[in-house]
């Protein structure tokens, strides 16, 4: 058993419990129930830490993703257009590979199941969050205005649709082609 000082708070470990459950098993499948039991936290932690439900617990979990990926990002601050996209690519199929094609973005599960607004909205905001971060890095490593924008939503775009292909097809050939031809991409932005 974990010391105290190990165990992570409940209202943390339910939310690791979700971002994982997201990834791998999708909205639906990510219930109170499963929460609980991946995180090991107390069953009247739930409505302590998510008085409004499971869209709060799942909003929670979709804003701490989107977190991870923006902090890699502020990682590259000052690197080449090819070398934040590698890196961006290179965070998705280290996911892929660790968890042999199991796992994907959490915040794209949200997308295509969220029944409420609120989720998509927050989803959204988690997207064009790491758009925005991107192109600003694409920009101050050369590439004009117009083309950091355009690139920053091809990348995301490319690399979630080919997460969802290596995960279909249990390969990371796909995801590793599409990564390819991006990063031969990015540096064509710096011309």
Same mark, same amino acid.
């Given at each position: 058993?974990?010391?105290?000082?190990?165990?992570?708070?409940?209202?943390?470990?339910?939310?690791?419990?979700?971002?994982?459950?997201?990834?791998?098993?999708?909205?639906?499948?990510?219930?109170f129930?499963?929460?609980?039991?991946?995180?090991?936290?107390?069953?009247?932690?739930?409505?302590?830490?998510?008085?409004?439900?499971?869209?709060?617990?799942?909003?929670?979990?979709?804003?701490?993703?989107?977190?991870?990926?923006?902090?890699?990002?502020?990682?590259?601050?000052?690197?080449?257009?090819?070398? /934040?996209t590698?890196?961006?690519?290179?965070?998705?199929?280290?996911?892929?590979?660790?968890?042999?094609?199991?796992?994907?973005?959490?915040?794209?599960?949200?997308?295509?199941?969220?029944?409420?607004?609120?989720?998509?909205e927050?989803?959204?905001? /988690?997207?064009?969050?790491?758009?925005?971060?991107?192109?600003?890095?694409?920009?101050?490593?050369?590439?004009?205005?117009?083309?950091?924008?355009?690139?920053?939503?091809?990348?995301?775009?490319?690399?979630?649709?080919?997460?969802?292909?290596?995960?279909?097809?249990?390969?990371?050939?796909?995801?590793?082609?599409?990564?390819?031809?991006?990063?031969?991409?990015?540096?064509?932005?710096?011309?």
């Amino acid at each position: 058993m974990p010391s105290p000082s190990t165990t992570p708070h409940p209202r943390v470990a339910m939310i690791e419990a979700a971002v994982r459950l997201l990834a791998t098993h999708g909205y639906q499948a990510t219930s109170f129930s499963s929460v609980l039991e991946t995180s090991g936290a107390p069953r009247g932690s739930i409505y302590h830490h998510f008085p409004d439900g499971k869209d709060q617990l799942i909003a929670a979990a979709v804003e701490v993703a989107g977190g991870r990926a923006i902090a890699l990002l502020d990682s590259l601050e000052g690197e080449e257009p090819a070398a /934040v996209t590698v890196a961006f690519l290179q965070m998705w199929r280290a996911l892929l590979v660790a968890t042999d094609m199991r796992a994907g973005c959490s915040v794209l599960a949200v997308t295509v199941a969220a029944p409420t607004s609120g989720l998509l909205e927050t989803a959204g905001a /988690v997207f064009t969050a790491w758009r925005s971060r991107l192109a600003e890095l694409f920009r101050a490593g050369g590439a004009e205005a117009t083309d950091a924008g355009a690139f920053a939503a091809l990348l995301i775009a490319a690399s979630e649709g080919a997460v969802a292909i290596a995960r279909a097809e249990r390969s990371i050939r796909s995801f590793d082609t599409v990564a390819e031809d991006l990063r031969r991409r990015a540096v064509g932005l710096r011309a």
